[in-house]
């Protein structure tokens, strides 16, 4: 199948990835960027290796992440962002000090008082309305968790363990169970095996429940997971121990998990190939888009053996509905994107070969 993009998206494109960041407020950058311990690096760009048709309302170019006034985001692993309350909430990890850091809006980045070291990207996720839960991997491998408030500081965020026998070399993947929940739920990679494991936290409670394998699930690397209001359900996806994607489902408060099901090369479903095998190892990531007309899609994007990123589109039973097509701006990078949506659009975050976060529209209906 082939998608032609409409001609009139690509102003809305550039207009809405301008609007993004709701409101980024200039700020004073030379004392920010010390308190990071960011060494400045000429500013580079990606590798640019071809073109491709891309995803409906896909823009063909990526916008820098800035701290401050214009100052380029460098960080050694993908950006994970989320929104809540009328806030954006940033976390990275630092790139010369392993550091895990907060921005609130384009305001002032802080960390948490006291030494946070990862080697791995982090996440976050709102959680109740306006509230976020943020995750670290630790140097033991042991994943941490922050309940981070609008307003916070350094003095305000106090990392926990999730469980001590919650342990990854992994990045994590979080995602909050519906629209205000104070529930979290929570997937990762076994520190010493390929099992897929979960756990899910309440923040009425602070209790985290202890970790299960996902049906069995194992993979080859970190998995994800999505929320669909469909049919008000969590899903898991990852790449498995045979370097195909699958996925598993859940409803809020079922017992039981959906068989594991096989995504790509499914001709019975309509299901195709990626235009170059997945690279063994990378995360999957997806997320459900609510479209224009109020219809859902489920958007993925997955890192490819040439280590550049390919999305494709699938209705809520994961039947494809675009092609997998590469990354119009032709960047390459060492993770897939983490996809994030805003409204009618989802929005791509990458870590470029250059080690600045970019972002994109990478799908608009």
Known sequence: MEFKQELGNERYVHVNQILKRWQLNAVAALAVIIILGVAFKEFGTASKVFASSGQPGESSSYSTENIGSGQPLFTQSNL???????????????LSDNAVYFQFNGESPFQASGRTETHFAPAVSQIGNGR????????TNLIYYAIVDPGDGPDDIV???VLFDATTAMPVSVVQMGPDSGQVFLVWHGNTNNNIYSSWFDI?????????????????????VFYLPDTNSISVVTQGTDNNLWFTRQGIGAQA?????PILNQPSRGNLTMVA??????????VTNINTNGSQTIVVSMLDVNRNPEFA??????????????????FQTDATPNL?????????????????AYYKQAWWR
């Open 313 to 330: 589109s699938f209705d809520t039973n994961f039947n494809q509905t675009t092609e997998w097509t590469r990354d119009t701006s032709g």
């Open 132 to 139: 976020f839960i943020a995750f670290h991997v630790g140097t």
């Open 159 to 161: 990392w926990s363990p």
């Open 277 to 286: 095998s997945p690279m063994p190892g990378a995360q999957m990531t997806a």
């Open 340 to 356: 994030s949506t805003n409204g009618n659009a989802t929005y791509s975050i990458i870590d470029g070969l250059d080690d600045i």
């Open 204 to 224: 009425s409670t602070h209790v985290w429940q202890p970790p299960v394998v996902v049906n069995h699930g194992q993979g080859n690397g970190p998995p994800s």
């Open 257 to 261: 998990w959906a068989d594991w099901t």
């Open 80 to 94: 994970a962002e989320a929104r809540g309350g009328g806030r954006l909430l940033h976390v990275w990890r630092g």
